[in-house]
């Protein structure tokens, strides 16, 4: 079983800010296609709005600002 869906970028970049959501990383995720930024964030500051390449940047930061302390340790 793999954790992102396999060739589809926007759906990798979606399903990676809910697994942030769900981790409480972010306070929710909202993807709407049509937009020209379709991904909303919201976090404690507000909302904010990306494309898909920030969108992904922001996924990958937030994940090692989260988690990589942890990583850390573990080692």
Same mark, same amino acid.
Request: aromatic fraction near 4%.
């Given at each position: 079983m793999?954790? $992102?869906s396999e060739?589809?970028?926007p759906r990798q970049v979606g399903e990676a $800010?809910? $697994?942030l959501h769900a981790q409480g990383v972010i306070d929710g995720v909202e993807v709407d296609r049509g937009a020209?930024?379709?991904?909303a964030v919201k976090l404690v500051s507000g909302?904010?709005?990306m494309n898909e390449d920030e969108a992904a940047m922001f996924a990958l930061g937030a994940?090692?600002?989260a988690f990589g302390?942890?990583?850390r340790k573990a080692l």
């Open positions: 793999a954790l $992102l060739g589809d970028r $800010l809910k $697994l020209p930024r379709p991904y909302i904010v709005r994940a090692v600002g302390g942890a990583a």
